[in-house]
């Protein structure tokens, strides 16, 4: 059974930090792009970073360029998003994904697998 079960969300101060993971089971890790996305409310879900199966290669948002990490570790099956100065505007459920296209699509019709979701709440 495949699971993408993400972790370490929360609630945290404006200009703060956290760190979430997503840990993958089920599938051959090392194949797949993995990306983060969110959804806040009231809004549609949109793309937050990806990377490629080497950690060679990301590709994030713009509203979090800088500010945004995006690093996955194929031994231990997870991929990771550290986020820094953390913004009211970052409030969101973020969602880890995992596409078998072989390429950092921003788009989340390419991704076809999906976690369950973990809270994000920046309070000012």
């Known amino acids: 059974q495949v699971q993408l079960v993400e972790s370490g969300g929360g609630l945290v101060q404006a200009g703060g930090s956290l760190g979430l993971s997503c840990a993958v089971s089920?599938?051959?890790?090392?194949?797949?792009?993995m990306a983060w996305f969110r959804r806040a409310p009231g809004k549609e879900r949109e793309f937050v970073a990806s990377?490629?199966?080497?950690?060679?290669?990301?590709a994030y948002a713009d509203s979090v360029k800088d500010r945004f990490t995006i690093s996955r570790d194929n031994a231990k099956n997870t991929v990771y998003l550290q986020m820094n100065s953390l913004k009211r505007e970052d409030t969101a459920v973020y969602y880890c994904?995992?596409?078998?296209?072989?390429?950092?699509?921003?788009?989340?019709?390419?991704?076809?697998?999906w976690g369950q979701g973990t809270q994000v709440t920046v309070a000012s």
């Open positions: 994904a995992a596409s078998a296209s072989g390429w950092v699509a921003k788009s989340a019709r390419e991704y076809q697998i």
């Open positions: 089920g599938l051959t890790f090392s194949g797949y792009v």
């Open positions: 990377i490629v199966w080497s950690g060679g290669f990301t």
